[in-house]
């Protein structure tokens, strides 16, 4: 049994997505124990108003939340409020990983109070799963991963090297692709191109233990052809934040089209399953939610507008997670990239 | 009348397509006279199999070209090669303006060898014009600008900053906005967010005489929301490779869907008109071509595969250009901006 947190307040559609989201995935036959974590008379209210298995949901009690508009660094002095109490059941033991619709700086800030950075691993980063053309793993997942899209703004060449290890691990588990091509985000394919930090990593990442393919330009983001793009986080929340106003601005060029005129609507209508190819391309509202890599435990961001089946979806990415060992494989890696570990900026 | 210098050689489509152009732009009412430059006797084969203006086309003789896929520095090899050529006529004043669809680097290397910085602008850009969802100007525009896309790597503010002022003095001449809403580019809105240079430039920018909104997002960029994005060039450069890439998606989506199933061609026929606004996001082959701003000379890029009507565009744009008197524009909103002339970095 797998057992997660998971933060029932500060989701834009309150406790009630997040408690349906339990309560859908307590039905199905799943080795997975959802502990919601919130206040207690909001939440069991919730509860009240659902069918679940009450084998495999509880309760946790919290002191208030942080809601998607509040500044991060509130958590420090809410140190009662969910995403805080389940990043310390993390810590202590008590579950085997969290996850949080809420507030994303919150729920990182919260994440790296508790939970010890791993080892050799200079910054922790926030990645993320978008749709691509092409098709990843064994099963065909039409998805690649990209980080670091928040958790930093500008890093280093070892940061970026520690990101490509981190990224290499958790796509590994969650697509099943055994030696995940990674690659690093420039303005050109040829190993001089890019930030000096970014030319640096591509020198230490030649050659290591990684699938390292080379420098990727931004033509090869919506096409997929590498399993992992590393990139400071800056620029990753840039593109991530792009890829959703293209979706958006897909849909709104074809919602104008189809009320516009009868013949276009009866053609986009016509067009049923060549469609679902374009919608999922464009409107990805997350699956699984985006990984917290580097830190002593696993820690899951859902997106702040996630539904149920949204919720369900991360709680079962969190649960293939700690299954797949993430902790220990980036340990792994990391250490096979001679990432030597700096006592004093670790304690940072 | 302006003249235009226009480098015959180097493009992908080789110098039969750049003389179509011309001589498709000689046969309108346009004031406009075209140099060619390149290899005499090739260019005028081309021109002896097209009907052309005489009034409105000559040749100028050039030695060797660059190749799109030659190392930019090559140029300084090659003083007499067609892009240095043009570059060194704008310099002397025998044309106005000059415009090439060869080797980016190749391009800004000639051009930056010839002409001198403005003074009081820190670094060059090339700008690019990219499709939006939003209309721009009195005649609707469908198009923002992007600076810098490649001139630069990384910059400091005070680059930020000219980036600005050169943005909004280009968009005030071809999209005719009087006051071009300008935006820096970052991972927020709130002044704070962004790396030390956008900071800075945020700060400066701040009730000055630009029509400076403050940051957009990722999700800003296809939307158009604003005239100008100014960003650093590595940045540029992924974002407009990245919708480049998004547009080939889309298409070779569509494609499949239409080859797949026969109701889903006839639903993709009826849309007719609804597509062509998708098409027109997606699909966009530089209609005017890149500025390089910052230099004392209006200098145009037209893209690589550029046909015949690309090219015809991209010298209509220089004219328009050199009309608008860009090179004063810039002047004068870089001194209102009060950026300081840094004569040791201008040798340089």
């Not at 199905?28 to 069991?44: F, Q, S, Y």
């Amino acid at each position: 049994m797998v057992t997660v947190a998971v933060d029932a307040m500060g989701g834009d559609k309150g406790p009630d997505a997040v408690v349906q989201g339990a309560a859908l995935l307590s039905r199905e036959d799943v080795d997975i124990h959802v502990r919601l974590v919130g206040d207690a008379a909001v939440v069991h209210e919730a509860l009240s108003k659902v069918r679940y298995d009450p084998r495999r949901v509880s309760v946790v009690s919290a002191d208030g939340f942080v809601a998607p508009t509040d500044d991060p660094r509130c958590v420090r002095d809410r140190p009662q409020c969910s995403v805080m109490r389940a990043a310390e059941l993390v810590k202590t033991g008590e579950v085997d990983a969290m996850v949080s619709c809420g507030n994303t700086g919150g729920l990182i800030l919260a994440a790296s109070t508790h939970l010890r950075r791993i080892p050799g691993v200079r910054r922790a980063a926030l990645a993320a799963v978008y749709p691509t053309e092409q098709k990843h793993g064994p099963k065909g997942d039409p998805f690649a991963l990209i980080l670091d899209v928040g958790a930093t703004t500008q890093t280093d060449a070892e940061a970026l090297v520690g990101f490509a290890a981190m990224g290499s691990a958790y796509s590994a588990i969650v697509s099943e692709v055994r030696a995940p091509r990674v690659a690093l985000l420039s303005n050109g394919s040829e190993p001089h191109k890019g930030t000096p930090a970014i030319i640096e990593a591509h020198q230490r990442l030649l050659g290591g233990p990684l699938n390292f393919v080379g420098n990727v330009e931004g033509l090869e983001i919506p096409r997929g052809t590498v399993d992992v793009i590393v990139t400071e986080g800056f620029m990753g929340n840039v593109v991530l934040k792009m890829l959703e106003g293209v979706g958006e601005v897909m849909r709104d060029v074809a919602k104008k089209a189809s009320s516009r005129r009868i013949e276009w609507r009866l053609g986009l209508s016509m067009l049923g399953g060549g469609l679902r190819e374009l919608k999922r391309l464009t409107d990805w509202k997350v699956y699984g939610g985006a990984p917290v890599l580097g830190l002593e435990g696993v820690v899951i961001k859902a997106h702040g507008r996630s539904e149920a089946r949204a919720i369900r979806n991360a709680v079962k990415v969190a649960a293939k997670t700690v299954r797949g060992g993430l902790v220990e494989r980036i340990q792994d890696s990391v250490s096979a990239l001679g990432l030597e570990e700096d006592a004093s900026d670790r304690a940072s």
